[in-house]
């Protein structure tokens, strides 16, 4: 039997995205990417509840506008994850964000790419993209296909992500490299000799 366009994409092979349905697919995820992109600020409900409609299963997380993406349905976001304004997801792979990740602005992700064979060009292949639990990506990061990154790691503003990251460490550069491993100082200070005030914090938030 044939493999279908979809099996192919998630099979890592070539593929087309002009039959099956991807088009029209496409298209709804458009309409929704409009609708989410023009809401007033205040209207959290409805918010709310097209971001569940572009994800397509209930997310509990704060997506600033404008964000774009190719389907929204293959896009998984783990609670408390924050997206700040003009990210991009290319999500004709699979794209899967933990728990509490921060990004920031002008991120973009890409599951997609192309031969560099010019008469193939026309052609795609992907490969999913998968980012752990508690990390922080700075902005105008670009995360390419294929692409893991560990738990609780920050990648530098202005990164290119080539290849994996592993967990637990500070990496930046194009492409992106491990820096050091996040130790105990940063467990500590917030900046060079600038520590933690939790109590000073508390105080801050009740007088709010």
Request: proline share 6%; aromatic share 8%; with cysteine.
């Amino acid at each position: 039997m044939q493999e279908t366009m979809r099996q192919r994409i998630a099979e890592g092979k070539l593929f087309t995205d002009y039959c099956e349905g991807l088009p029209e697919d496409r298209r709804a995820a458009k309409r929704r990417m409009k609708w989410f992109n023009d809401l007033e600020p205040e209207d959290k409900d409805g918010r709310a509840t097209l971001i569940n409609a572009i994800f397509g299963r209930p997310t509990n997380a704060w997506i600033e506008p404008p964000f774009y993406f190719c389907y929204g349905r293959n896009i998984t976001i783990g609670d408390g994850t924050y997206i700040n304004v003009n990210c991009s997801f290319i999500d004709d792979g699979r794209i899967t964000i933990g728990k509490r990740v921060m990004f920031g602005p002008s991120v973009n992700i890409a599951t997609v790419s192309h031969p560099i064979n010019p008469a193939m060009r026309e052609y795609m292949f992907a490969d999913p993209v998968t980012i752990g639990d508690d990390c922080w990506i700075g902005a105008n990061v670009t995360i390419c296909p294929g692409v893991t990154i560990g738990e609780g790691t920050t990648i530098g503003a202005g990164s290119v992500v080539t290849h994996d990251i592993p967990a637990h460490t500070v990496a930046v550069g194009v492409p992106c490299r491990v820096l050091r491993e996040i130790n105990e100082t940063d467990m500590t200070e917030y900046r060079p000799g600038m520590t933690f005030a939790d109590d000073e914090l508390v105080q801050e938030n009740k007088a709010v």
